[in-house]
C-alpha cells in the first residue's frame, strides 16, 4: 500500500509533476493560462454588490470553480481549509465544521460550529433549530458552484443575526456559465460513491439548469457500517426580462441520512431539507424572497458501554438513555428589498429591510414563531480617487431577544497602484437558537436494567444574544501581474457566549435523580487576537503557487483565572498548493494543510455527572494531490486523487464520541460533458 512506504510515496508524489515539461519555451506553447491565475477579482458579499475585491470593505477570499476542480476534494469544508484562518474539523464522514478565527467557546457539546453563517446565493442556510450548517446535507453538487466568497469578520451590519465571525457566501453558476450537459462519478474506499448530472441550457431568454446527484460512505473506522446517504436535486430558472432586468426562480430538495447531532457512534439522523427562492434584478434595485422547509428524526435511545462509570452506581455497567426520538419539522419566511443609489459620482448609498420568520413543531420543544425585522443602511464616499470611506448600520429586532443594532466602518487607502490598505472596526450578534429558548425534553436514565433518574432538557427565554465586536488592519498587494500577497492583523471581544451547562443536585447520584440541562449566558468575556498572511505567484505561465499563514490567541475570563488562555483553538496554521495545467490535457495540484496542536476542554461523555478534562490533539498535516487528463476535445476527464496521503491518522476533535480518525483516502474520478 501507498501509505506503508514512503518510498512509494516519493514516487507517486514526483510522478504528478513528471507530467510537466522541462523546457520553458515548450511549456509556453503547450499550457492553458486561462484557469490558473487571477489577477483582477469582483465579488458580492462583502458589501452585497459588484465590486473589486481591493475596494471590499472586509477581508475577503475567492475560492473558483477551477479551485474546486483541481483540489481532488469531495466536500464543501474540506475545500474550505485553504482559506486562511478558517478552522476545519471533520467528525464523521457526513459530519464535518466550519468556523472563521476560531471556535470561541466552551460548552458540553462543542459539535456544532454555529457562529459562520453560510449562504447559498444570498440565500441563508443556518439551522434555526440548533444553529450552525449542516453541510452535507445542502442540496448543491460541487459542479454546480462558479465560486466560494469567504468573508472573514462580523457581517451583521448586512446579514443581520448569527453573521458573527464571517460569511461564507456559496455561488452557483448560471445557464449560461453551464451550459450543456455533465455526468460525473467518483469513486474511492470506504465504499465512498458520488454521482452528479447537470444540464443547463437556453430557450431565447429564459436559461435554466437542473442537477442531481447522490452520495454514500462508510464510517471511517467500521467500513461495514454506513455513516451517510444523501439525495439531492436542485433547478434553476432565469429570465431576462430586457437588457437591464432580470428574474429567477430555484428551488431544490435534499434527503439524507448520516452521522450528525447524535451523542454515540453509528446512528444515523434522518434530515430532509427543501426550498423556493424568488429574485429579482434591476441595476439598483434587487429583491428576493424564500421559503425553506425540512423535516428531522435524530435517535435518543442510546447504550452507555460496559466501560461507562457512574459513581456510587458502580464501574464497568451496562447503562441506557431512554426517551423518544427527537423528531418534527419547521419552515421559513424571508423576505429582502435592497436599493441603491449612486450621487456624482462619489457617493453609493445602499438600503434595505428584511423580515424572516421560523417556526417549528417538535415533540421536543414548545412550538413557537420567532419574527425578525430588519433595516440597513450602507454609506460609500469617495472623496479622492485613492480612499473609499465606507459606514453601514443595520438594527434587527426579534421576538424574546429585542433589539440588536450592529455597526460597522472602514477606510480604504491606496497609495499608490496595486497597494491598498484597509482598516476596519464592526460589531455583530449571534441569537440564541430555537432550542436554546424552547426547548422541552425528558431522557430517563437505566442501568443494568433500573430506572436511576431522569435528564431533563429545559428553554431559557431569557436568554441575549452573544455579541461581538472586531477591529482589523488589512492590506492587500498585486505586483507585476505574477505576486499577490495580503496581510490581515485582527482583534476581537466578544460577550454574553452562550454555552449549555448541566445542573445536578447535591446529592447526585442518589436514585431517583433529576438532571437538568439548559442554555445561559457566559458571565465573562472573550477575547480573540491573531492575523493571516498570504501569498500567491504565477511562477511560469503554466505553474502557479499559494502559501498562507494564520495565527491566533483566544483568551476567557473564568470566575477563578481571568484572561485565561484558551488552547483548544490552535495557534498555528499553514496551507501551501501548486498546481500546473497544460494544454495536453494534463493537469496536476498538490495541496498541503498542517494543524498546530491543541488541548482541548470537555466533558466526559459516559461518566455521571460529566466533568472537565483536558485532552491533547497532536498537530497534523494532510497532503491532498490529484493528477487529471482531459480527452476527445475536453469532452472527458479522468483524475485520481489521494488525500491525506502521509497516512498521518488523527481525530480532529476529542469530545464528539462519534469522534473518527481520518485515514488516508483514495479516489476515482470520471466526468463527461455532453
Given amino acids: 500500500m501507498l501509505y506503508q512506504s514512503p518510498r512509494l510515496l516519493l514516487i507517486f508524489l514526483l510522478a504528478l509533476f513528471s507530467l510537466l515539461p522541462l523546457s520553458p519555451s515548450f511549456a509556453q506553447e503547450e499550457i492553458e493560462e486561462e484557469a490558473l491565475f487571477r489577477f483582477e477579482e469582483y465579488v458580492v458579499s462583502a458589501s452585497k454588490r459588484l465590486q473589486r475585491i481591493e475596494e471590499a470593505p472586509a477581508t475577503i477570499t475567492v475560492i473558483t470553480a477551477e479551485d474546486i476542480r483541481q483540489s481532488g476534494l469531495t466536500s464543501i469544508p474540506e475545500i474550505l481549509r485553504q482559506v486562511a484562518g478558517l478552522d476545519v474539523v471533520t467528525i464523521t464522514a457526513f459530519d464535518t465544521q466550519v468556523a472563521v478565527r476560531g471556535f470561541l467557546g466552551r460548552a458540553l457539546n462543542m459539535n456544532v460550529f454555529n457562529k459562520v453563517l453560510v449562504l447559498i446565493n444570498g440565500r441563508s442556510v443556518y439551522e434555526d433549530l440548533f444553529g450552525g450548517t449542516v453541510w452535507e446535507a445542502l442540496p448543491i453538487q460541487l459542479e454546480d458552484i ?39 462519478v467518483t469513486g474511492g474506499q470506504f465504499n465512498h460513491y458520488i454521482g452528479s ?69 453509528g446512528i444515523l439522523s434522518e434530515l430532509q431539507r427543501s426550498y423556493v427562492k424568488a429574485n429579482y434584478n434591476y441595476p439598483d434595485l434587487k429583491a428576493q424572497v424564500f421559503w425553506r422547509g425540512g423535516r428531522f428524526d435524530i ?69 413557537e414563531g420567532l419574527n425578525i425585522y430588519a433595516g440597513f443602511l450602507q454609506y460609500e464616499i469617495k472623496p479622492i480617487p485613492s480612499v473609499i470611506l465606507n459606514l453601514g448600520v443595520r438594527v434587527d429586532y426579534q421576538d424574546y431577544i429585542g433589539t440588536n443594532v450592529s455597526p460597522r466602518s472602514s477606510l480604504i487607502f491606496t497609495p499608490v497602484k496595486g497597494h491598498t490598505i484597509c482598516l476596519s472596526a464592526g460589531s455583530a450578534f449571534r441569537n440564541p437558537t430555537y432550542i436554546d429558548l424552547f426547548a422541552d425534553a425528558s431522557l430517563d436514565l437505566f442501568v443494568e436494567g433500573s430506572f436511576v433518574g431522569t435528564i431533563k432538557a429545559e428553554g431559557n427565554r431569557d436568554l441575549k444574544s452573544a455579541r461581538i465586536e472586531s477591529y482589523e488592519l488589512g492590506y492587500r498587494a498585486a505586483l507585476f501581474e505574477k505576486l499577490r500577497a495580503n496581510l490581515e492583523i485582527f482583534y476581537n471581544k466578544i460577550d454574553d457566549l452562550i454555552h449549555t451547562f448541566g445542573e445536578f443536585p447535591k446529592d447526585f447520584p442518589t436514585p431517583p435523580f433529576v438532571v437538568s440541562i439548559r442554555s445561559i449566558n457566559y458571565i465573562g468575556k472573550t477575547e480573540a487576537i491573531g492575523g493571516e498572511a498570504g501569498l500567491e505567484y504565477k511562477i511560469t505561465p503554466w505553474l502557479t503557487g499559494f502559501m498562507n499563514y494564520s495565527y491566533e490567541e483566544v483568551y476567557e475570563d473564568l470566575i477563578d483565572e481571568p484572561r485565561k488562555r484558551l488552547l483548544s483553538n490552535p495557534e498555528n496554521k499553514i496551507n501551501g498548493g501548486l498546481r500546473a495545467a497544460l494544454k495536453n490535457g494534463f493537469s496536476a495540484n498538490v495541496l498541503i494543510h498542517y494543524v498546530d496542536a491543541t488541548k482541548k476542554e470537555h466533558a466526559v461523555p459516559d461518566v455521571f455527572p460529566p466533568y472537565w478534562v483536558v485532552e491533547s490533539l497532536d498537530p497534523y498535516i494532510l497532503l491532498t494531490a490529484r493528477v487529471s487528463y482531459k480527452f476527445l476535445n475536453d469532452r472527458f476527464e479522468v483524475a485520481v486523487a489521494g488525500q491525506n496521503l502521509l497516512n498521518d491518522e488523527h481525530k480532529e476533535v476529542s469530545e464528539a464520541p462519534e469522534a473518527e480518525e481520518i485515514p488516508l483516502r483514495v479516489f476515482g474520478n470520471l466526468s463527461m460533458k455532453f
Fill in 299 to 367: 435517535p435518543l435511545a442510546v447504550f452507555i458501554p460496559p466501560s461507562g462509570t457512574i459513581p456510587s452506581l458502580g464501574e464497568d455497567i451496562e447503562g441506557k438513555l431512554e426517551g423518544d426520538d427527537i423528531s418534527g419539522s419547521y419552515y421559513t419566511y424571508d423576505m429582502e428589498l435592497q436599493q441603491s443609489i449612486k450621487l456624482a459620482e462619489i457617493h453609493t448609498i445602499m438600503g434595505g429591510f428584511n423580515y424572516r420568520f421560523f417556526t417549528l413543531k417538535s415533540n421536543y420543544t414548545e412550538q
Fill in 146 to 184: 462558479e465560486r466560494i466568497e469567504v468573508v472573514k469578520g462580523p457581517g451583521s451590519v448586512l446579514y443581520g443575526a448569527n453573521a458573527f465571525t464571517g460569511v461564507i457566501n456559496i455561488i452557483t453558476k448560471s445557464p449560461d456559465e453551464s451550459s450543456g450537459g455533465l455526468v460525473s
Fill in 197 to 265: 448530472l447537470i444540464y443547463a441550457d437556453k430557450v431565447r431568454d429564459l436559461g435554466y439548469r437542473l442537477s442531481g446527484g447522490w452520495e454514500s460512505a462508510s464510517r471511517l473506522e467500521e467500513h461495514d457500517e454506513y455513516s451517510e446517504k444523501v439525495g439531492r436535486f436542485s433547478g434553476l430558472f432565469n429570465y431576462k426580462i430586457n437588457e437591464s432586468s432580470e428574474a429567477s426562480l430555484e428551488g431544490g430538495i435534499s434527503d439524507a441520512k448520516g452521522e450528525v447531532l447524535v451523542i454515540y457512534p
